[in-house]
T-cell receptor
Framework: GQQVMQIPQYQHVQEGEDFTTYCNSS?????IQWYKQRPGGHPVFLIQ???SGEVKKQKRLTFQFGEAKKNSSLHITATQTTDVGTYFC?????????WGLGTSLAVNP | ETGVTQSPTHLIKTRGQQVTLRCSSQ?????VSWYQQALGQGPQFIFQ???????GRGNFPPRFSGLQFPNYSSELNVNALELDDSALYLC??????????????FGEGSRLTVL
């Protein structure tokens, strides 16, 4: 069946360093969503990407959707301690949503 | 605030008991999805309800069942509780179902402990 691989599983950075998490699908997607879950909290929607090659920015966060609509990335520039949490991608095809396993980000002050 | 409310927030049950968790979806949303999140793990999809019908189910046994009401609120029922059912249960509402459901709005979750 369709799978979504999210890497890395964990990332530990110094405050100010950049961070990237990747989401890869075995099949073409109709869309991809990104969520952030703080420790003890619930997932919160960040962005949805729909178009091939789409790039969207939210302050220090940059989201990309690959040309083939099979992969996506979330890049954080100059991480801050407030970026701590787990970042999930959710891949959508026509029938269902498939969750990545998440990337847990720890930031040393 | 997402407008999605879940109750109860915390509860403790013993093995073999039954539990009902409730979720009120955001106004205007017709789809509710339920997830189980064990400690340190990602959310696992249980099932989704769209306009009062089950519209997809994850790899959970039949003792996990649900309902969606005409006002689109929803219940998750778990029978014959097992220790491994201890988890945070998340409800998410959205407009539209399946792979094109758009943004998911999550409630704060119900934390179930089975002793």
């Amino acid at each position: 069946g369709q799978q979504v691989m999210q890497i890395p599983q964990y990332q530990h950075v110094q405050e100010g360093e950049d961070f990237t998490t990747y989401c890869n699908s075995s099949t073409t997607l109709s869309n991809i969503q990104w969520y952030k879950q703080r420790p003890g909290g619930h997932p919160v929607f960040l962005i949805q990407l729909v178009k091939s090659g789409e790039v969207k920015k939210q302050k220090r966060l940059t989201f990309q959707f690959g040309e083939a609509k099979k992969n996506s990335s979330l890049h954080i520039t100059a991480t801050q301690t407030t970026d701590v949490g787990t970042y999930f991608c959710i891949a959508g095809n026509n029938r269902k949503l498939i969750w990545g396993l998440g990337t847990s980000l720890a930031v040393n002050p | 605030e997402t407008g999605v409310t879940q109750s109860p927030t915390h509860l403790i049950k013993t093995r073999g008991q039954q539990v009902t968790l409730r979720c009120s979806s955001q106004s205007g949303h017709n789809t509710v999805s339920w997830y189980q999140q064990a400690l340190g793990q990602g959310p696992q999809f249980i099932f989704q309800y769209y306009r009062e019908e089950e519209n997809g189910r994850g790899n959970f046994p039949p003792r996990f069942s649900g309902l969606q009401f005409p006002n689109y609120s929803s219940e998750l029922n778990v029978n014959a509780l097992e220790l491994d059912d201890s988890a945070l249960y998340l409800c998410a509402s959205s407009l539209g179902a399946g792979g094109t459901s758009g943004e998911l709005f999550f409630g704060e979750g119900s934390r179930l402990t089975v002793l």
